[in-house]
């Protein structure tokens, strides 16, 4: 009988001593504050590079922008007349935006993937970093599609690359706050995903102006 009681006591004392861990640790992963942009997205200029944009109302199914604070349809043409749709979104709660991935919206939506690799992006005044560069299909329809989340110089593409940043910035009582950025332009030639990176350079340099913070958006949950 007092073996049993031992054991007992024993086995409680772990899970309580689990759980407070787990506490302990996912505190000390979340920030006290998101910092917020003194900028809107909105301000994402309509000319970048060789091409222009225009507000559009792009497919809701793909480009998902639940939770996000403040999101950006735009559809932007090359001199060429080639377009892509460009969605941007930013986020106060990082946790929220990482689950509509493209392997998540294309593949619930009937598309199948072709190709899924990363490629290293330039832009200018930051750090060359590496996104995704997917290929899907739906019928007679082929599209490329260019996609990452980044939170200041971090990039990230799934809830995995979300954990990784956590702990990464653990510790800090502020965080930057996220982006969501994914173009997708039909598949016309060889150089769609050209383009596509040219398009998604000029854009990603853009956002390394959005370094000035206003004041914190709040405890993110």
């Known amino acids: 009988m007092n073996s049993i009681l031992t054991r007992l006591t024993i ?3 772990l899970v309580v001593s689990v759980h407070c861990g787990f506490i302990l640790v996912r505190a000390g992963t979340r920030p ?3 910092a917020l ?4 997205i909105h301000e994402l200029p309509r000319t970048l590079g060789t091409w222009h944009g225009e507000d559009a109302e792009l497919d809701s199914k793909i480009f998902v922008g639940t939770a996000a604070r403040d999101v950006v349809d735009r559809t932007y043409a090359d001199r060429s007349g080639h ?3 460009v969605f941007v979104a930013l986020y106060d709660d990082p946790a929220a935006g990482v689950y509509h991935t493209p ?3 294309y593949r619930a939506n009937g598309w199948t993937n072709l ?3 990363l490629m290293p992006l330039e832009s200018a005044g930051r750090p060359t970093v590496s996104v995704s560069l997917s290929t899907w299909e739906s019928g007679s329809q082929r599209v490329q599609v260019v996609c990452w989340y980044e939170m200041g110089e ?3 593409f799934d809830r995995l690359d979300w954990g990784t940043i956590q702990f990464k910035l653990r510790g800090q009582t502020t965080w930057p706050p996220m982006y969501k950025v994914l173009l997708q332009a039909q598949v016309t030639d060889s150089l769609t995903s050209a383009r596509l990176l040219e398009l998604a350079g000029s854009l990603r340099a853009w956002l ?3 370094t000035v913070t206003a004041e914190p958006a709040g405890r993110a949950p």
């Open 11 to 13: 086995l409680i004392a």
């Open 32 to 34: 006290a504050q998101v």
């Open 37 to 40: 942009p003194t900028r809107s």
């Open 83 to 85: 377009n892509t749709s």
């Open 103 to 105: 392997a998540n919206c």
């Open 115 to 117: 190709s899924d690799v």
């Open 154 to 156: 971090h990039v990230l």
């Open 208 to 210: 390394g102006e959005l």
